[in-house]
């Protein structure tokens, strides 16, 4: 995609309007390509990247901008750009002090920079990862979540199996191969147009990342049982949990948002499963989760929180959260948790999971639960998975991280009634 200077303009513009952080820079983003229907699909790849490029690197590109010339968005503008489309597509359209000021920025080496710089998270997020990884290590932590996520797909076994998505996605021209970890897992290169194809029209994959998909593993439901997904959302988790069923026993998908719900409908149409029933709740306390208390087998909750194990996806998470707000969600997440602890029977499990990758959502919140429920017991999240025959051993919680595991960050606790 050849470059210009309308396009490096509409950039300028976008940024700025997401670096107010009023809202997801996704969301931000979709609004201002509706409102700029000429722009093409190329166009728009260009733009969509070089903002987030800004978001991923901010600290480290305002650093960098400090006494550049022109306006303070429209240094990282140039240096975002700079990042993905390169410096030479750039040159016809700067000005002379700007061609001089790259030209600078472009031998600086970055292993020069402070490390807090380079490390382009929020001063709070360093020193809560401090307290758990040595110095190198959450350097490369933070190096991992600066680049974008690979592209997972879940194979849906009520459709197909592995080796017939792998393919019948060659057959198409698209390069991929099984997930490291995941047992139904296929990871794509680049980023072709996935609903175009046949096997996605057909229900024989859903995009989910390989994170998402081992939480499902350690669920490990079993057919014909009674399941609740506590926070489905859009239905991804769901939807996996409903095919390792075998679309038997009954799945229950519990959501707050009518929205997110209603966002299921045409993927559950899609996946061929019969055992999924989506129901709209006003909060954790509602009546209708109070009729199935002590009936199920096994309840997901995949609680609201910070989302900062999705920084390679979400970078302006970074930018947006703060340490007042995880003060607030996490009674918020303990108080979900225990809700949904009631409807678990004896024998059952409870499965908490979050994407964050912070200790006060994640063992901070399971501790609590736990010393006010003596009923419940951890069960280790290895010994879980190797039941499955899934070579991972995170320890007794499964705690997946980008640098280690290529996935997004998430945490899972696996807990048992045992009376």
């Not at 201002?32 to 480290?60: N, S, T």
């Not at 110095?135 to 849906?156: C, G, M, S, V």
């Not at 459709?159 to 897992?185: C, E, M, Q, V, W």
């Not at 991972?392 to 045992?418: I, K, N, Q």
Request: glycine share 8%.
């Amino acid at each position: 995609m050849k470059l210009h200077g309308f396009l490096i303009g509409q950039t300028e513009t976008l940024l700025a309007e997401i670096l107010k952080f009023e809202g997801p820079a996704d969301a931000t983003t979709s609004r201002f390509f509706r409102a700029h229907p000429k722009l093409g699909h190329g166009e728009r790849g260009v733009i969509a990247e070089a903002v987030f490029a800004v978001l991923r690197r901010r600290m480290e590109f305002a650093h960098l901008a400090e006494g550049g010339v022109g306006s303070p968005t429209r240094r990282l503008t140039l240096l975002g750009l700079m990042q993905t489309a390169g410096r030479g597509a750039l040159k016809p359209f700067l000005s002379e002090g700007e061609a001089q000021w790259l030209e600078h920025v472009a031998k600086i080496d970055p292993a020069s920079l402070p490390l807090r710089i380079r490390m382009n998270l929020p001063d709070w997020v360093q020193q809560a990862l401090a307290q758990r990884f040595e110095p190198d290590e959450l350097a490369r932590l933070a190096a991992a979540l600066i680049y974008p996520a690979p592209l997972d797909l879940r194979t849906n076994v009520i459709k197909t199996d592995r080796d017939g998505l792998l393919a019948a996605l060659r057959s198409a021209g698209i390069d991929a191969a099984p997930t490291p970890f995941a047992p139904l897992g296929v990871r794509v290169d680049g980023k072709p147009a996935l609903t175009k194809l046949d096997a996605f029209q057909h229900g024989g994959f859903e995009v989910q990342d390989e994170g998402s998909q081992l939480l499902c593993s350690l669920v490990a439901p079993k057919r014909g049982e009674m399941i609740v997904d506590f926070c489905a959302g859009a239905g991804g988790k769901t939807l996996a949990l409903g095919a390792a069923m075998r679309s038997t026993g009954r799945l229950y998908a519990f959501d707050i948002s009518d929205k997110r719900l209603a966002k299921l409908k045409p993927r559950l149409a899609r996946s061929g499963l019969s055992n999924v029933n989506p129901v709209l709740i006003d909060s954790e306390h509602d009546a209708k989760i109070k009729r199935l208390a002590g009936k199920i087998d096994r309840v997901l909750v995949d609680a609201p929180c910070s989302g900062l194990g999705t920084l390679r996806r979400n970078p302006d998470l970074k930018w947006r959260q703060s340490q007042d707000a995880i003060g607030e969600l996490t009674p918020k997440q303990l108080s979900i948790l225990t809700s949904a602890a009631r409807l678990v029977k004896k024998g059952g499990r409870l499965v908490y999971a979050t994407c964050s990758i912070l200790d006060a959502e994640n063992e901070g919140v399971v501790a609590q639960f736990l010393a006010a429920h003596p009923g419940f017991a951890l069960v280790p999240a290895r010994d879980v998975l190797a039941e499955q025959r899934i070579e991972l051993d995170t320890g007794d919680y499964l705690s997946l991280w980008p640098h280690r595991h290529a996935t997004d960050g998430f945490f899972a606790a696996v807990l048992e009634r045992r009376e």
